[in-house]
């Protein structure tokens, strides 16, 4: 029985998704907008149609995965390796100034507590969770505009790479604060061990996958093993070495940029996204949301986390951006690129609770953080850039 029950959520779920899609393209906005709010529909919050499941989130993970590593294959190694200083910047201000926001609302709300007090820990955890960067719908809304590979998206793509680095470190010793049988040092170690793995594994892969793709140029078992290597790379980053399954998959996608069919390994992964795992993705943060649950106790707290949490990824790397001679427009462009919350978020705040760090009644401004957040940032993204496309050529 449970077996047919995957097939009419998984039926519900794409229906909805494509049809809220192409309405929110109708009425300008981007498609992911509509397959969150499908997602919102048919889950908890109104029609209870679907209800989140281990098998739907696995899903979305796998979405998840597929679109970082198509991002990696679609990136300009050379841009990126340009932009990387600057990239380390903006991901430095993305993580201490949200930190620091955080912690401070969570005070000005609840009290101010000593250093290792229980409380302070807590101030710290709301802080963590506000530096976490979800860049995957920016991402979608970047290729969707057609900007993934501008100046503007590789810098967004390598800040939230790094973001996503430090924000784990930061993680760990907050956690270190409440549990001291956590090492510090070693995570440290092993975030710099992964780098290497990559460096040492990826050139080693490069020239493997180029061999391959010199003797049998273009058919589909090349597409079938980048998806191998996807799924290895992510599956080694988080279970050996602790670093985010997307972060595995998106340095997956950079060491096979540069190969000469690395554009149709990226179309062939396209096509899985937008059939199947793309739609669920989007969908399941609108499913894991429940309004019923919303009360006013939380509510005022709820909107000023929310606000917090934008405004100081917009201005920390909006800043560091300006400092670091982008114009005015593409600096508001990657601070606003930067602000949205996703799966990242929900992780953080998911190990916050098992250790007893967050209460549960704050994954309900989590959640109202990730919704606002990922409905927010492509609506912005796209009227900035078409607002920049028409003053150019009202020019």
């Known amino acids: 029985?449970?077996?047919?029950?995957?097939?009419?959520?998984?039926?519900?779920?794409?229906?909805?998704?494509?049809?809220?899609?192409?309405?929110?393209?109708?009425?300008k906005a981007p498609q992911v907008v509509g397959e969150i709010i499908a997602g919102l529909i048919v889950g908890p919050s109104i029609l209870h149609l679907v209800e989140?499941?281990?098998?739907?989130?696995?899903?979305?993970?796998?979405?998840?995965?597929?679109?970082?590593?198509?991002?990696?294959?679609e990136t300009d190694l050379k841009e990126l390796l340009k932009t990387g200083p600057i990239a380390f910047l903006i991901a430095c201000a993305?993580?201490?100034?949200?930190?620091?926001?955080?912690?401070?609302?969570?005070?000005?709300?609840?009290?101010?507590?000593?250093?290792?007090?229980?409380?302070?820990?807590?101030?710290?955890?709301?802080?963590?969770?506000?530096?976490?960067?979800?860049?995957?719908?920016?991402?979608e809304t970047l290729k969707e505009l057609g900007y993934l590979k501008s100046r503007v998206g590789?810098?967004?793509?390598?800040?939230?790479?790094?973001?996503?680095?430090?924000?784990?470190?930061?993680?760990?010793?907050?956690?270190?604060?409440?549990?001291?049988?956590?090492?510090?040092?070693?995570?440290?170690?092993?975030?710099?061990?992964?780098?290497?793995?990559?460096?040492?594994?990826?050139?080693?892969s490069y020239h493997a996958f180029?061999?391959?793709?010199?003797?049998?140029?273009?058919?589909?078992?090349?597409?079938?093993?980048?998806?191998?290597?996807?799924f290895a790379f992510a599956y080694i980053a988080e279970h050996i070495f602790g670093i985010?399954?997307?972060?595995?998959?998106?340095?997956?996608?950079?060491?096979?940029?540069?190969?000469?069919?690395s554009d149709y390994i990226a179309e062939k992964m396209d096509i899985n996204s937008y059939m199947l795992f793309g739609p669920i993705f989007f969908a399941s943060i609108g499913l894991k949301t429940d309004i019923a649950d919303f009360s006013m106790n939380i509510l005022w707290f709820s909107v000023a986390f929310v606000i917090v949490a934008l405004i100081t990824k917009i201005i920390a790397c909006g800043?560091?951006?300006?400092?670091?001679?982008?114009?005015?427009?593409?600096?508001?462009?990657?601070?606003?690129?930067?602000?949205?919350?996703?799966?990242?978020?929900?992780?953080?705040?998911?190990k916050g609770l098992s250790v007893g760090i967050l209460k549960p009644v704050f994954f309900t401004s989590v959640i109202l953080l990730i919704i606002v957040s990922s409905i927010a940032t492509?609506?912005?993204l796209k009227f900035l850039f078409n607002h920049d496309h028409s003053k150019k050529a009202a020019a």
Request: with cysteine; net charge positive; charged share 15%.
């Open 154 to 204: 590789t810098t967004v793509l390598a800040a939230a790479i790094i973001d996503d680095i430090i924000g784990i470190i930061v993680l760990t010793f907050v956690i270190g604060m409440r549990t001291p049988d956590s090492s510090m040092g070693r995570v440290v170690l092993k975030t710099l061990l992964f780098f290497v793995f990559s460096i040492i594994i990826g050139i080693l």
């Open 319 to 350: 800043a560091v951006a300006k400092i670091c001679r982008f114009n005015t427009s593409d600096s508001l462009k990657i601070g606003v690129g930067m602000m949205t919350r996703g799966e990242v978020a929900l992780i953080v705040s998911q």
């Open 210 to 230: 180029k061999w391959i793709d010199k003797r049998w140029p273009h058919t589909r078992r090349i597409p079938i093993a980048g998806l191998a290597y996807c």
């Open 1 to 27: 029985m449970e077996t047919y029950t995957i097939f009419r959520n998984l039926a519900i779920i794409i229906i909805f998704a494509k049809v809220c899609g192409i309405a929110a393209r109708k009425l």
């Open 378 to 380: 492509p609506i912005v």
């Open 94 to 139: 993305g993580v201490f100034v949200p930190l620091f926001g955080g912690c401070l609302l969570h005070m000005c709300f609840y009290g101010f507590n000593p250093i290792g007090d229980p409380g302070f820990v807590t101030s710290l955890f709301i802080g963590v969770i506000m530096t976490a960067t979800s860049v995957s719908i920016t991402v």
């Open 52 to 73: 989140p499941t281990t098998f739907l989130a696995q899903m979305a993970e796998i979405g998840v995965v597929l679109l970082m590593f198509s991002a990696g294959l």
């Open 244 to 261: 985010a399954d997307i972060t595995g998959a998106y340095f997956a996608g950079i060491i096979l940029c540069s190969i000469k069919d």
